[in-house]
């Protein structure tokens, strides 16, 4: 026989029956409110609730036995019932006392929302080109990043990029979100290549700008066989670059490829005019050379020196433009004889370029880790 003024608690909670203690069954108990611990009536609670707001007056309708739909308001198929738990049709009153928000996982979407952050605070300032270009890289750029997932990851691996730049203390660990959004970014841009158009060229005009740079960030090692690995991806993105530009001279991203002009434009360096005679030298043709390697290797001087004098002509860092357009400009033959390292006379026109590289590297930090690379090649 129980004694007086003592009821057995049956529906306790499981704190309560672990520390063998009598359990008030409220929502939550006197015990685990006291504790300050998580009683699992609570989650009874919220349980129950969810089953029953979930429920609707179409139980009763010839679909009600139909295990795998329900209808929604217009008729159309709801949600699985493995998802009605989830998603009730009659939300939870948040305000409930008993309402426990869901858990929402934060790692992933916590480290973009760093990296977005710091692009639009800072990271988009240090790109090339003047204040309305800079403006568009920080605000026009990101909102057709929401549009199209290889902008916004292309987006994110140059902020990851310039977070290991300026954080040594953390530089591994940005780098490899780098890499992360860099290998996301070309897997959606090469799908995306398929339709380019007026509609989607802006997009990718802005991907393929953002994938020339992290590449020359994100290289593994600085030698001349990454070099020319990112010569390879540049030649690939050229694609773009040619088909885009008439449309973007024409679209909300114009400031970005217009030429610079009047007092805005550098005078050209000693060094840079050096550079063009230096060029047009490593274009003599050798009389040991076959027809092929000697005409391989004089258009690629050719082109590089009107890469360089165009860029003199309309960029206020022809340096740079001259170094990131080069490449995209070269044909697939160069590039396997370069690989084969058997032309000397090649060999002397990349340290060039590598040169015209290092030059423009004093003032961007994207390609601040070539700096002595003419050296070892």
């Given at each position: 026989?129980?004694?007086?003024?003592?009821?057995k608690s049956?529906?306790?909670?499981v704190?309560?029956?672990?520390?063998?203690?009598?359990?008030?069954?409220?929502r939550?108990c006197?015990?685990?409110?006291?504790?300050?611990v998580?009683c699992?009536?609570?989650s009874?609670s919220?349980q129950?609730?969810?089953?029953?707001?979930?429920?609707?007056?179409?139980?009763?309708?010839?679909?009600?036995s139909?295990?795998?739909?329900i209808?929604?308001?217009s008729?159309?198929?709801?949600?699985?019932?493995?998802?009605?738990?989830?998603?009730?049709?009659?939300?939870?009153?948040?305000?409930?006392?008993?309402?426990v928000?869901?858990?929402?996982?934060?790692?992933q979407?916590?480290?973009?929302?760093?990296?977005?952050?710091?692009?639009?605070?800072?990271?988009?300032?240090?790109?090339?080109?003047?204040?309305?270009?800079?403006?568009?890289w920080?605000?026009?750029?990101?909102?057709?990043?929401?549009?199209?997932?290889?902008?916004?990851h292309?987006?994110?691996?140059?902020?990851?990029?310039?977070?290991a730049?300026?954080?040594?203390?953390?530089?591994?660990?940005?780098?490899?979100?780098?890499?992360?959004?860099?290998?996301?970014?070309?897997?959606?841009?090469?799908?995306?290549?398929?339709?380019?158009?007026?509609?989607?060229?802006?997009?990718?005009?802005?991907?393929?700008?953002?994938?020339?740079?992290?590449?020359?960030v994100?290289?593994?090692?600085?030698?001349?066989?990454?070099?020319?690995e990112?010569?390879?991806?540049?030649?690939?993105m050229?694609f773009?670059?040619?088909?885009?530009?008439?449309?973007?001279?024409?679209?909300?991203?114009?400031?970005?490829?217009?030429?610079s002009?009047?007092?805005?434009?550098?005078?050209?360096s000693g060094?840079?005019?050096?550079f063009?005679?230096?060029?047009?030298?490593a274009?003599?043709?050798?009389?040991?050379?076959?027809?092929?390697?000697q005409?391989?290797?004089?258009?690629?001087?050719?082109?590089?020196?009107?890469?360089?004098?165009?860029?003199?002509?309309?960029?206020?860092?022809?340096?740079l433009r001259a170094?990131?357009?080069?490449?995209?400009?070269?044909?697939?033959?160069?590039?396997?004889?370069?690989?084969?390292?058997?032309?000397?006379?090649?060999?002397?026109?990349m340290?060039?370029y590598?040169?015209?590289?290092?030059?423009?590297?004093?003032?961007?930090?994207?390609?601040s880790g070539w700096?002595?690379?003419?050296?070892?090649?």
């Amino acid at each position: 026989m129980p004694r007086l003024g003592s009821k057995k608690s049956r529906h306790g909670c499981v704190q309560c029956k672990a520390r063998r203690v009598k359990c008030d069954e409220n929502r939550p108990c006197g015990a685990c409110a006291r504790y300050r611990v998580e009683c699992s009536l609570l989650s009874i609670s919220v349980q129950a609730r969810a089953q029953t707001v979930s429920k609707t007056p179409s139980e009763s309708s010839p679909h009600a036995s139909d295990p795998d739909t329900i209808n929604g308001p217009s008729g159309s198929p709801g949600p699985t019932t493995g998802d009605s738990a989830n998603y009730p049709q009659t939300p939870i009153n948040q305000y409930d006392p008993v309402f426990v928000p869901p858990e929402v996982p934060t790692g992933q979407w916590m480290q973009d929302l760093e990296l977005m952050h710091h692009y639009t605070a800072h990271a988009y300032t240090t790109m090339p080109g003047l204040e309305a270009a800079k403006h568009i890289w920080g605000f026009a750029v990101p909102q057709e990043g929401f549009k199209h997932p290889h902008l916004m990851h292309s987006i994110l691996a140059f902020s990851a990029n310039h977070l290991a730049y300026i954080n040594l203390s953390r530089a591994s660990y940005y780098q490899v979100l780098a890499s992360t959004h860099q290998s996301a970014a070309l897997t959606y841009l090469n799908r995306a290549l398929a339709d380019l158009g007026p509609a989607n060229c802006h997009a990718l005009f802005a991907s393929a700008s953002l994938t020339i740079m992290n590449a020359f960030v994100d290289a593994r090692t600085y030698s001349m066989e990454v070099l020319i690995e990112i010569f390879q991806l540049l030649r690939g993105m050229s694609f773009v670059l040619n088909t885009a530009v008439p449309w973007i001279e024409n679209g909300p991203f114009a400031a970005i490829i217009r030429p610079s002009i009047g007092d805005q434009l550098n005078k050209p360096s000693g060094l840079l005019s050096s550079f063009l005679v230096e060029i047009q030298a490593a274009s003599y043709p050798l009389p040991s050379e076959s027809p092929e390697s000697q005409a391989s290797r004089i258009k690629a001087a050719e082109q590089l020196r009107q890469a360089l004098q165009y860029s003199i002509d309309t960029s206020g860092h022809p340096a740079l433009r001259a170094a990131m357009t080069w490449p995209t400009t070269l044909e697939a033959e160069f590039l396997e004889a370069l690989k084969a390292g058997q032309d000397p006379k090649m060999r002397e026109l990349m340290r060039l370029y590598c040169r015209l590289l290092e030059y423009a590297s004093s003032d961007w930090w994207f390609i601040s880790g070539w700096r002595g690379i003419s050296s070892r090649i």
